[in-house]
């Protein structure tokens, strides 16, 4: 026999603020990248190169590709942006929107760039990669 579950008062409050505390977030994360595309894009890119991930033959062609991925995620609908990052939503648990947003970008798009010899690492060194500098851009915030 199947189970019934009732959802009351309680229940339904706690789900809501789940909610609200992860619709935050995205937003808090997608005004920082607004206000320092140009830095992160650079910093990006740098570590990129830095670690490996990618090898190209213009640091400067991938940055402003970044940027204009930044730009696009900045100006995105929900849909869009959980369209894009459908591949890779169960890469890592408890994901960074921007992250996988960029993640999806670089493995499936900036790899067919004119620029970019190759991308190497797995997909979650890419994400962690990303991380690592998302988190350094908001923690300046």
Do not use: W
Not at 21 to 43: A, G, L, M, P, Q
Not at 105 to 120: C, G, P, Q, R, S
């Amino acid at each position: 026999m199947a189970k019934i579950f009732y959802t009351g008062n309680r229940e339904a409050k706690l789900l809501s603020k789940i909610e609200s505390s992860k619709e935050r977030e995205r937003i808090k994360t997608i005004n920082t990248i607004r206000d320092n595309i140009d830095v992160f894009s650079n910093k990006l890119s740098m570590k990129l190169i830095e670690t490996g991930l990618v090898e190209t033959v213009s640091k400067s062609s991938i940055e402003n590709q970044l940027a204009r991925c930044l730009d696009k995620l900045c100006k995105a609908e929900d849909f869009d942006i959980d369209y894009m990052i459908a591949p890779l939503r169960t890469l890592v648990s408890n994901p960074n929107i921007a992250c996988l947003y960029l993640t999806t970008f670089i493995v499936e798009k900036l790899i067919n760039h004119k620029d970019v010899i190759d991308v190497y690492g797995s997909d979650e060194d890419i994400y962690y990669c990303i991380q690592k500098e998302l988190t350094a851009i908001l923690s300046n915030v």
